[in-house]
């Protein structure tokens, strides 16, 4: 996504730079609406009427185990197949939002973690995967960052939990450049998610 960013033109402004920063999402958040940021990529946060947000991607939850986890085996698991296992979780500060609606799946799965380790990075979380046998419940790109040497990665089947990234801007942000530079962010991806068209082999 950032090098997608990165290659948006504007044609208003071809000088234009970007400069990036990382923080979390909802420091992002309060930035943003703050005035202190014009745009921030920003991943799980609920809808906020002094924001508008153009959606990136959405992908499922991801579910890091060890390669001979009974689980491995599977396509696919559900919060259900973790119950009575040690869980890592990203910890409430790092995303209070997506914190949140995995409590609320997991009170409404019935499920329950035999311990629980507040992380603040995919990489910690791993510590916790060999140190305790845990199933680290991650985000995708966080999942691909520590799927490999021993760990590997299964999709979690649950409807309701989904990890929605967007490019988001405060509602009361009037400046043109924010605004034509969304619009182009949108166009771009646009263009890239359209299927390839195939050509055919039309010789005899």
Not at 24 to 53: M, R, W
Not at 97 to 106: E, K, L
Not at 172 to 196: T, W, Y
């Amino acid at each position: 996504l950032v090098s997608t960013l990165m290659s948006v033109r504007v044609p208003l402004d071809p000088r234009l730079k970007l400069r990036f920063s990382s923080d979390y999402p909802g420091e992002l958040v309060h930035d943003l609406i703050a005035g202190t940021l014009d745009l921030a990529v920003v991943t799980d946060v609920p809808e906020n009427p002094k924001l508008s947000c153009l959606e990136l991607a959405k992908h499922p939850y991801y579910a890091a185990m060890l390669n001979d986890d009974p689980l491995a085996s599977r396509k696919g698991i559900c919060l259900k197949d973790l119950n009575n296992r040690s869980w890592a979780l990203l910890s409430h500060r790092v995303s209070p939002y997506s914190y949140d609606m995995i409590q609320m799946a997991i009170s409404d799965a019935g499920v329950k973690a035999s311990e629980v380790h507040h992380v603040t990075t995919a990489e910690q979380a791993m510590s916790m995967i060999f140190l305790h046998d845990s199933v680290a419940l991650l985000d995708r790109i966080g999942a691909w960052r520590i799927a490999q040497n021993g760990i590997t990665m299964r999709p979690l089947a649950e409807s309701n939990l989904q990890f929605c990234t967007g490019l988001a801007v405060c509602s009361k942000n009037d400046s043109r450049i924010v605004k034509e530079f969304v619009r182009a962010a949108g166009r771009k991806l646009d263009m890239l998610r359209r299927p390839i068209q195939q050509r055919l082999n039309l010789t005899a």
